[in-house]
């Protein structure tokens, strides 16, 4: 469908509204959420890379793609607080996401009208909201998701090799990133919804299009297989069992919690859309006519990896389902402009809006200005703010820490050795010459001799977050403790090391 010529100053207005509130969204109080464990892994991953040419793969040894990290790994260079650069990463995702969504509807409806009222979704909505301001893969994966659907429809209407290129590299940029890259390649079958099948030729334009969808796939491969110039190729295979049941799981009982998955997916879904924007998206199944194919193509986009998740799915988060947001958003936008073409005049065209976008205004307003009140459903409520994962108490320690460090030598000990601790405090005080940090795991009965020494020369703490209380037997004196989010039993504790005490031991 041909596109309407339309003023450059009618153009350009919408465009400078929407990157204006996109800033402001996605940079106000973009720090102010504590940091919590994932993101101080993967800011730690990309700092050690930054530094080290040889730990560019460093978070293969997890089992991760390292695009997320190579990226920060950049950003790290120029900006001085980690947790800022890390965010930096997602909220310039966010902005790919958000000129993306455009094209796509724009691409699908014929409607710029329909292209910005997307963008302006995905500017509002709370689920890449919430995201595009954390240091976690899923905002790049949605950017990646949304850059290949538009491609493989502009390959669908119109084969060509270089659409057939592009597509390649945005694949492959997405499978660098999170082994969910690889949805959109097996999803390019639904893109056949917008292939012209009235044209004559249309068997030899289809052939045309398959092959190029196959180079697609081979240059993807291509990409992916930088990976394994490292040794630790083999752990992402590993790892996406932890999340993902096997092939020989699924098929003995390929139905075993996907009636449950799909009841928690759902929940999750609608907890961060809203149901009202739910709903709208739903409508052009009942009422709309127009369009059918592109909309069956964005509602297939949706399920079908939504329902896959669901099937093969052992360990779940809200997040991984945030890519799938996005046909919904497009299809909202289609909706509501149906909406301003009918209504848009009328009392019952704003009251139809109200309640459409109240309910993501409402989330969306405290994500921005008060995230740690947030209405975000409870599994994100509790890694990210409430349970021993979320950082509450961090900024704290690490101001306390900073302080202690100018007077002279400390030694910061933690429990635990990976996530959280000790990295959240690496990241700022492990180049400081003053500062020795180690983390500890299992605690053990007896104080490590170690830690024991140096508490008799210079003053030694222990950070306590997970288990809640020290071993019985440890000399510790309580300096300070912070609550985490709405839990009032789970805290961050701060402990000095008593060095006579420790001594005496």
């Known amino acids: ?236 295979a590993l790892k996406d069992t932890v999340f993902v049941w096997t092939i020989g799981e699924i098929i003995s009982d390929p139905f075993r919690y996907a009636v449950g998955n799909l009841r928690g997916l759902f929940d999750w879904f609608i907890g961060y859309l809203s149901l009202p924007m739910f709903v709208v998206a739903m409508t052009p199944l009942l009422f709309v006519r127009k369009q059918t194919r592109e909309k069956f193509l964005l509602y297939g986009w949706w399920l079908v990896p939504f329902v896959g998740l669901a099937v093969i799915g052992k360990v779940l988060f809200p997040r991984f389902i945030l890519f799938m947001a996005m046909p919904i958003l497009i299809l909202a936008a289609s909706s509501i402009h149906e909406i301003l073409e009918r209504y848009g005049k009328k009392v019952i065209g704003a009251v139809l809006l109200s309640l459409i976008f109240f309910p993501s205004l409402w989330t969306s307003f405290f994500i921005v200005t008060n995230p740690m009140d947030a209405p975000i459903p409870d599994p994100d409520r509790q890694q990210y703010m409430d349970d021993w994962p979320s950082g509450g108490g961090v900024p704290q320690i690490n101001a306390f820490f900073g302080q202690e460090l100018m007077k002279g030598n400390v030694s910061i000990y933690t429990e635990g050795t990976f996530g959280l601790m000790p990295y959240a405090i690496e990241l700022y005080y492990v180049d400081n010459p003053n500062a020795k940090i180690k983390g500890i795991w299992p605690l053990p009965v007896e104080m490590p001799e170690d830690m024991r020494q140096d508490a008799a020369t210079h003053p030694t703490y222990f950070v306590l977050y997970e288990t809640q209380e020290p071993p019985p037997g440890w000399p510790l004196t309580l300096i300070a403790q912070y609550q985490k989010g709405r839990r009032k039993d789970r805290k961050l504790r701060l402990y000095k090391v008593m060095p006579a005490l420790a001594l005496a031991r």
């Not at 153009?11 to 940079?27: D, E, G, K, N, Q």
């Not at 990463?89 to 009208?113: C, K, P, Q």
């Open 1 to 236: 469908m041909a596109l309407k010529r339309v003023k450059w100053s009618v153009f350009l207005l919408p465009i400078v509204i929407l990157a204006s509130l996109f800033l402001f969204t996605r940079l106000y109080n973009l720090t102010k959420l504590p940091i919590f464990t994932d993101e101080a892994i993967y800011i730690r991953w990309s700092q050690i890379g930054s530094r080290d040419a040889n730990w560019r793969f460093i978070s293969l040894t997890d089992g991760k793609q390292p695009m997320y990290t190579w990226i920060a790994m950049v950003l790290l260079k120029f900006i001085t607080d980690p947790l800022l650069a890390g965010r930096l990463v997602s909220v310039l995702a966010g902005a790919g996401s958000m000129v993306a969504i455009y094209f796509v509807a724009t691409e699908l409806f014929g409607s710029r009208r329909v292209g910005f009222l997307a963008s302006a979704l995905y500017l509002l909505s709370p689920f890449p909201l919430m995201y595009d301001r954390m240091a976690l893969y899923d905002s790049l994966v949605t950017t990646f998701s949304l850059w290949s659907l538009y491609i493989a429809v502009r390959l669908a209407k119109t084969p060509r090799l270089d659409f057939s290129l592009l597509l390649g590299m945005v694949l492959g940029a997405g499978m660098l990133n999170k082994t969910s890259g690889f949805i959109s390649l097996f999803l390019l079958p639904l893109t056949l919804f917008v292939f012209d099948w009235k044209e004559k030729q249309w068997r030899k334009r289809l052939m045309r299009w398959l092959s190029l969808v196959i180079l697609a796939a081979v240059v993807s491969q291509v990409i992916y297989a930088v990976l394994r110039l490292s040794p630790f190729f083999h752990m992402i």
